[in-house]
């Protein structure tokens, strides 16, 4: 249109009303901010949606709240017991536990039973209450005795056996290695079944018959009834003719200063 066209077209706009392109953009910008809203609510309902069936059968109540969050705060109770529970590691394969026997034996010595990692030399990874290389054993009873350097609470023990092996014998614990504790017998019967289990494995060189390389002896869990700094098995008789052999001891538990509890009860 000429100039005078538009000129009128201006004059019959009304007062006040902003031009056609302002018009447009506040249109423009009203649609953008519709659409930013519609994709927030969108959003936010699949949010609670998911949150809802996500949240575990077993924390609903009876409660009118349709939404629950998933994190709940944990008790101060939940948290203190945690920290008394710790979970039991394994303590005897160290080089700061001391071992000693009742006889050096004719084998390895008695630290063998605590290397880290177990040995496989059937001569000299395994301790034995024997006087000589057919495994004679030694009159009398016997012990392997572990002297930890601070405070345990024992609650399993695995005993490695050779095929020289025993039954009657007692897993003891003591606080000051002078009196001592019973954790378990082995010449109960009830204990043996309840607290005891036996695995063998591999073939003793040298033996024509099947004869186990292992006789794995797990016992517990023991009851924690206080801690102590000596674990001993102490042996009445083997159970075959031979003098009883050990290839290790492994002890699992925790020490006094990792139960969390302000107990310093003792075994005794």
């Not at 026997?101 to 605590?114: A, D």
Request: glycine letters at 8%.
């Amino acid at each position: 249109p000429s100039r005078s066209g538009r000129m009128a077209a201006l004059s019959r706009r009304p007062r006040g009303q902003p031009p056609p392109a302002e018009t447009r953009r506040r249109r423009q910008r009203c649609i953008v901010t519709i659409a930013v809203a519609s994709c927030v609510a969108i959003l936010t309902w699949i949010g609670l949606t998911a949150r809802l069936l996500l949240t575990p059968p077993d924390r609903a109540d009876s409660s009118p709240q349709l939404i629950r969050p998933l994190v709940e705060a944990t008790p101060l109770s939940k948290l203190r017991r945690a920290r008394r529970d710790p979970v039991p590691r394994l303590l005897s394969r160290s080089a700061n536990v001391t071992v000693t026997s009742s006889v050096r034996g004719n084998l390895g010595p008695p630290s063998v039973v605590v290397q880290d990692p177990p040995g496989d030399d059937w001569l000299r990874d395994r301790w034995q209450a024997a006087s000589d290389m057919h495994g004679s054993a030694i009159p009398g009873r016997h012990f392997v005795q572990l002297a930890f350097p601070e405070d345990v609470i024992p609650t399993k023990a695995i005993l490695d056996w050779e095929a020289a092996y025993a039954d009657d014998y007692v897993l003891e614990v003591s606080s000051d290695g002078i009196a001592w504790r019973t954790l378990y017998d082995g010449a109960d019967a009830a204990q043996r079944r309840n607290f005891r289990s036996v695995k063998e494995s591999g073939q003793s060189p040298g033996v024509k018959k099947k004869t186990p390389l292992h006789v794995v002896h797990t016992i517990g869990p023991f009851e924690r009834g206080g801690s102590a700094s000596y674990i001993r098995v102490n042996i009445r008789k083997p159970a075959m003719g031979w003098g009883v052999s050990l290839w290790q001891i492994d002890v699992y538990g925790f020490y006094r200063t990792e139960d969390g509890s302000d107990s310093k009860a003792a075994i005794s």
